[in-house]
């Protein structure tokens, strides 16, 4: 911590695709979306196993999106399993994105699946159902961008549902006091999705993509859940 400033440690666990590395690789984003007046940040690349050495080498946690699935057999995914369950038991203040979002519930007893309906891309709109930990009006209506396929499809015990939309309805999490978790990418604008589209999107089918596409031009709500995650990480360390 410098400055006063709590330090953000980021657990990257995936990264931008190579042409679009000046719009941000996934750490950056996050930079811009919590705020360099807020926060210090520093980067521990989970994706190649790099770890911290305990839950209080940073005053909160942020784990990242990536083009990985949580279930994959990769080496770095069980040792991040175990870090997130201290993170938890120590209390220490975590958020989760997308891929974050899935591998904390599947850390703490959730299950992950590559969902049989398929993609959610675009821009998407999220029902919130009120929670004291987080300042999110019940039934607040929030267009967010969603890019997955993966999804929760069993919430852990110690987990409860404060959003969700049509597509997904484990869309987001609180555990306990300290642990708030999103499947949109409310880091991602109109410009990343596009880029995501541009290299990505062979993945998906032609129907969504078009949708995808066409949602592109609508006005987000990023700087909201944006501000949620801020006070929700700020108001913990202070306690």
């Not at 939309?165 to 410009?191: I, R």
């Amino acid at each position: 911590m410098t400055d006063n400033k709590p330090l953000l440690g980021i657990l990257q666990c995936g990264e931008a695709p190579e042409s679009m590395e000046h719009l941000g690789d996934y750490d950056v984003l996050f930079h811009r979306l919590m705020g360099q007046d807020n926060f210090d940040f520093r980067t521990w690349r989970a994706l190649d196993g790099t770890l911290p050495d305990s839950p209080e080498a940073a005053n909160a946690w942020l784990l990242t999106g990536s083009r990985h699935g949580a279930y994959e057999a990769h080496d770095w995914i069980p040792p991040l399993e175990s870090f997130v369950r201290e993170v938890q038991a120590r209390g220490v203040p975590m958020l989760g994105i997308c891929f974050g979002h899935q591998l904390i519930a599947q850390a703490l007893g959730g299950r992950v699946e590559k969902f049989s309906e398929g993609w959610s891309v675009g821009r998407t709109s999220y029902r919130w159902l009120g929670d004291d930990a987080v300042n999110l009006a019940a039934d607040m209506d929030l267009p967010l961008m969603a890019w997955h396929q993966d999804q929760v499809v069993e919430a852990p015990p110690s987990a409860r549902t404060v959003g969700e939309s049509d597509f997904c309805k484990n869309a987001a999490f609180v555990y306990g006091d300290s642990t708030f978790t999103v499947q949109p990418h409310p880091e991602f604008d109109s410009k990343f999705v596009e880029g995501l589209i541009r290299t990505r999107g062979a993945l998906i089918p032609p129907d969504r993509l078009a949708a995808a596409t066409e949602s592109l031009e609508a006005p987000l709500k990023n700087d909201a859940i944006a501000e949620t995650m801020r006070r929700f990480v700020l108001d913990r360390i202070a306690r």
